[in-house]
């Protein structure tokens, strides 16, 4: 029996592949995955709205609630104050005097004659041009950015803001309200504005009435003939324009500025590759350019 030696055992252990290497390529695998199906579904997107859905959604995304303005001399009223008779009083030209003032003294120091020198102190007819561009150019981005904010503020925010568009143009700050696509501001032919037209006017006539700008309202539609006999788009057009003039007054924007209320049937469509698009049929507010105000002593 001592001659018996012990059996020893042996137990080797094969590591294969270098062993574990965790599952950090599952997460980067997954996170391709979701990025390749986003891509593909913002592609389809794209391909499936239509040029006023895109509007929309470019509208809802812009930032309205920032105030370009840090002063409050700066702001809606240009620093006067809102009293009976608003923004029109004293106080109105006072950007105007400054930016010509600031005109008059760069034209002085520089000697020379061209198309904005003044004489004996009176500002030529370009410089004035020149500064009440600036002015209104401001005062509308001012009112743009109030607008849009007032809008935002709304509960049904999300759904009004496919049925408006603001932008400013030659003809001044214009103000649109637009059929979509179930949607649409006035039901069938009637010039009666729905409940949400309404809604909208009243909060554009909050803050068009801080300003003392003339305004314009056109009536548009669609090139579809409207459903009752002898009723043309001319006639709803116009018929719509005018109601929604007594809607901006009744909220308390003066007669004494609508300048004119006009029908202009299907003549200014706003797709004109697509007239029969719902978005033709719309209301048109445009805040006009003011005259440019004369000083008491200019001589032309």
Do not use: C
Request: glycine fraction near 8%.
């Amino acid at each position: 029996m001592s001659g018996n030696k012990p059996v020893v055992i042996k137990k080797v252990k094969k590591v294969i592949g270098g062993g574990h290497h965790g599952g950090a390529w599952k997460v980067a695998y997954a996170d391709f995955v979701t990025a390749m199906m986003a891509f593909f579904l913002l592609m389809w997107l794209i391909n499936t709205t239509s040029p006023e859905q895109k509007r929309g959604i470019a509208d809802y995304f812009a930032p309205a609630s920032v105030s370009r303005s840090t002063q409050g001399s700066d702001g809606l009223l240009g620093g006067t104050a809102f009293q009976e008779d608003g923004a029109r009083a004293s106080g109105s030209n006072r950007q105007i005097d400054e930016e010509l003032s600031a005109e008059n003294q760069r034209t002085k120091s520089g000697g020379s004659a061209d198309e904005g020198e003044t004489q004996a102190g009176v500002p030529s007819e370009s410089a004035l041009a020149q500064a009440m561009s600036k002015r209104e150019t401001a005062k509308f981005a001012s009112a743009e950015a109030s607008l849009r904010q007032a809008l935002q503020d709304l509960p049904d925010y999300a759904e009004l803001s496919k049925n408006i568009i603001i932008e400013q143009n030659d003809d001044g700050l214009n103000i649109q309200l637009v059929d979509q696509e179930g949607r649409a501001m006035f039901a069938g032919s009637s010039p009666d504005p729905l409940p949400r037209t309404q809604h909208l006017l009243d909060t554009v006539a909050k803050v068009i009435q801080q300003l003392p700008n003339r305004i314009s309202i056109s009536g548009h539609t669609d090139t579809s003939a409207p459903s009752r006999s002898g009723y043309s788009n001319w006639d709803l057009s116009a018929d719509r324009a005018n109601a929604s003039r007594r809607i901006l007054e009744k909220a308390g924007v003066e007669s004494d500025r609508i300048f004119q209320v006009a029908g202009k049937g299907d003549r200014e469509p706003l797709y004109p590759d697509d007239p029969d698009l719902p978005a033709n049929r719309r209301i048109s507010i445009t805040l006009m350019p003011e005259a440019p105000v004369m000083p008491s002593d200019y001589e032309p």
